[in-house]
């Protein structure tokens, strides 16, 4: 086993817990992010001033050199590993040990990423709102028990712990088509596909300034909720049959919303009042879900952002029905 092809930290375990002190000072942290030990074993030059401690920079890279030389035939006494016979002298080797480098790097990396997801959602937090991404189903592994300083100097920093990602396929659920009754963006757009959306719109309405950059991320942002109310209606016009509109059950789904979503209605598609219906409803539907999923926090919307709705969905809608689709 070799983490030569990882990036990852270098760890150092020692067998005499009485110079645990000196793993620990190798292993600080100096203001660039790198550790004592690696600037050892760079020579950058950046380890010299352990002089004025007594420490000799350049004798430590020696004997760090010839140790990482070294060459072990065997395997530590204290692992209990298992092997099964694939063939006459081959193995697979079955309980592989996790490196406490790649584990200390991976905990690192993952923390990072947990505190910049927490900050883009804390609305105290001068990055709210900003682009984020989170790893789920992480799992907390612990070395050492109540001694992690026994097993190396990394696992000592971390007091004992590290991450075990998930290696599971995603498991997707066949998502359910909802006929709408009454109103197409009520009731059938999925809640999960654009709640994201509307809280990035929201962390954008609370910058006080504009610019062209802003403009261009919230039309990016708006486009999305667009996007997935568009493929919706695409969907319910190729899943279900011409005319599925007309069962007395929908005879609450307005008209416009029926030319739209119903393709025994197609010949409709080329007149424009049902596409400025459809836009107007976009644009109420889309103020009235932020103003209920900010609440308090909302910022009061006006006509500017209504037209500005509105005519964004009435341009797609046109190009849609140009395009035939």
């Not at 942002?221 to 059950?249: C, F, H, Q, V, Y």
């Not at 999923?293 to 209504?306: C, F, S, Y």
């Amino acid at each position: 086993m070799t983490t030569e092809n990882t990036q990852c930290e270098t760890d150092i375990v020692y067998t005499n817990a009485n110079i645990m002190t000196a793993a620990m000072l190798l292993l600080y942290k100096m203001e660039d992010g790198q550790s004592i030990l690696e600037h050892i074993l760079n020579q950058d030059g950046k380890a010299d001033e352990l002089k004025l401690y007594g420490i000799d920079s350049e004798k430590l890279y020696q004997q760090f050199k010839d140790l990482k030389t070294g060459t072990r035939g065997f395997t530590d006494k204290n692992l209990r590993q298992v092997y099964f016979p694939i063939s006459e002298g081959e193995y697979h080797l079955l309980t592989v040990m996790p490196s406490t480098s790649e584990l200390g790097t991976l905990f690192d990396k993952l923390n990072i990423i947990r505190r910049e997801f927490s900050a883009a959602r804390d609305p105290k937090d001068p990055n709210y709102g900003k682009d984020c991404s989170n790893v789920w189903d992480k799992t907390v592994i612990t070395f050492g028990g109540t001694k992690p300083q026994n097993i190396s100097g990394l696992n000592m920093l971390h007091h004992g712990e590290g991450y075990l990602v998930s290696s599971l396929p995603p498991v997707l659920n066949e998502r359910d088509l909802i006929l709408p009754k009454r109103n197409f963006f009520k009731e059938s757009v999925p809640y999960s596909e654009y709640r994201s959306f509307v809280s990035r719109l929201h962390a954008l309405f609370k910058i006080n300034w504009n610019n062209a950059g802003i403009r261009e991320k919230r039309d990016r942002i708006l486009g999305g909720i667009i996007d997935t109310a568009m493929m919706t209606a695409g969907r319910i016009r190729e899943e279900n049959p011409s005319g599925w509109s007309d069962d007395e059950k929908y005879n609450g789904l307005p008209r416009f919303q029926k030319i739209w979503l119903d393709n025994a209605y197609e010949s409709e598609r080329e007149g424009d009042a049902w596409v400025e219906a459809v836009s107007k409803d976009f644009a109420r539907w889309i103020i009235r879900t932020y103003e209920k999923i900010e609440r308090d926090e909302k910022v009061t919307l006006g006509d500017a952002e209504t037209d500005y709705f509105r005519n964004t969905i009435y341009d797609q809608l046109r190009e849609e029905v140009r395009l035939g689709l």
